[in-house]
């Protein structure tokens, strides 16, 4: 869509309408996320066994990334949203009729569906979002950037609220009145967007072929490789070890000492990713991408990743030097996971830029699916890292792990090429 000032209003009103349906959706699954983890390590889930409840949600994610693009490059962008609110709704209602009285196994297999079906929800709903950024946002001055900055930071920040809701619902409507009301929620929003989605967004071509989803260009490879690497490293720690060990350090064993550990976790979680949020939206101004070349913003990537790598390698030491956990390693550590959050989102937020920078407006939709495949592919290898490492290891294993992910992720960016826009068909 031509960024002209007679276009514009309209590209500005479809991003509006797409940003509220994205927020909706990652409200409903921060939330989801936080229930799941909370609920079922009180059901004495051992942390293998917790991060088994997410693999199919990152494994969906990576196969509906891979096709997602191509369905929207010949379906249009509004289908494959729709679908994935429409998809986020039913699983959650598929969550109530989860039975107390099923064994573990049974659980675990159940949930594992269900979250494997928020997977494809959630990235048919990003997979949309992103690439309507480089289709509406403005040419020029930095709009790009900018645009998918505010996208991405607000989502963030969105998904952080989801997860103190989801900690605030689990301790007082319990767990099945927390889906069905937040089930019944997205429900409304979905048929509120469907109504009003102003036009703006392509409507497909039906001359796309599936063959096109692998790409050609070295760029969009590279940074879908460190893509792995950064994403593996950020929920190694985040989506087990860290809660879970919080919660050790925490909760006394009563049930009101179990809800006090809820929120403090709920709350440092949704901190954090608030935080991250906020950096995201604010990379631009921070790195100064209005003032620089584009070359100078690829050049960037490996030195914020080779930064960001110390962070975790510094708090896998403290642990080490711990003789146990103590109120000066506790603070330490939320201190330490603010600054990651920090490094991390500049670190992301560039990334999610180039994406699009990387690639031409005819092939976005297939270029985006096809790196956040590899974004979700990161998540699976740091899902399952994070309890098998915590199990074996403990935090410091997680940690260290997660060191070693972003100093690949820097090797990994370290190819980029300056060349922009350069994908080829």
């Not at 096109?212 to 893509?227: G, H, M, P």
Request: with cysteine; proline share 3%.
């Amino acid at each position: 869509m031509s960024a002209s000032a007679a276009t514009r209003p309209v590209g500005l009103s479809a991003y509006i309408a797409v940003t509220a349906a994205y927020w909706a959706f990652m409200l409903t699954d921060g939330a989801l996320r936080m229930l799941v983890l909370l609920h079922f390590h009180t059901l004495g889930f051992s942390p293998v066994q917790l991060a088994y409840l997410f693999v199919l949600y990152e494994v969906a994610g990576m196969v509906t990334n891979l096709a997602a693009g191509w369905i929207a490059a010949r379906f249009g962008l509004t289908s494959t949203l729709y679908a994935g609110l429409g998809l986020q709704v039913a699983a959650l209602l598929a969550l109530t009729a989860l039975d107390p009285g099923w064994t573990i196994a049974a659980s675990v297999a159940f949930v594992m569906c269900v979250q494997g079906a928020s997977g494809v929800a959630k990235d048919l709903a990003k997979m949309s979002s992103k690439s309507a950024v480089k289709l509406l946002a403005p040419a020029g001055g930095g709009g790009l950037f900018r645009w998918v900055a505010m996208l991405t930071g607000s989502k963030n920040a969105v998904k952080g609220l989801g997860f103190l809701l989801g900690a605030a619902l689990l301790a007082t409507l319990g767990f099945t009145g927390a889906v069905l009301s937040m089930a019944v929620i997205l429900a409304v929003i979905l048929a509120a967007v469907a109504l009003f989605m102003p036009p703006g967004l392509p409507r497909g071509r039906r001359g796309a072929k599936f063959s096109e989803i692998f790409s050609r260009s070295a760029n969009v490879n590279r940074l879908s490789a460190a893509r792995v690497f950064l994403f593996g490293a950020r929920d190694v720690w985040f989506v087990v070890g860290i809660p879970i060990y919080f919660y050790a350090v925490l909760s006394d064993g009563t049930e009101a000492g179990n809800r006090t550990a809820f929120f403090l976790i709920g709350t440092f979680m949704a901190l954090w990713i608030i935080l991250y949020g906020a950096v995201q939206a604010a990379a631009p101004r921070i790195l100064r991408a209005s003032e620089r070349s584009e070359g100078s913003l690829i050049r960037a990537v490996r030195g914020w990743a080779a930064g960001l790598a110390l962070v975790p390698a510094a708090l896998a030491l403290a642990v080490l030097l711990a003789p146990g956990p103590a109120a000066w390693l506790t603070g330490t550590l939320v201190a330490g996971l603010l600054v990651f959050g920090v490094l991390f989102a500049v670190n992301s937020s560039l990334h999610s830029y180039l994406i699009l920078a990387f690639t031409r407006s005819e092939r976005v939709t297939i270029d985006v699916g096809f790196y956040y495949m590899a974004n979700a592919g990161g998540r699976l290898v740091g899902t399952l890292l994070s309890g098998l490492t915590y199990q074996t290891g403990g935090l410091a294993l997680v940690l260290g792990t997660a060191a070693a992910m972003v100093a690949l992720a820097a090797l990994a960016s370290g190819g980029l090429s300056d060349e922009i826009g350069a994908s080829p068909a």
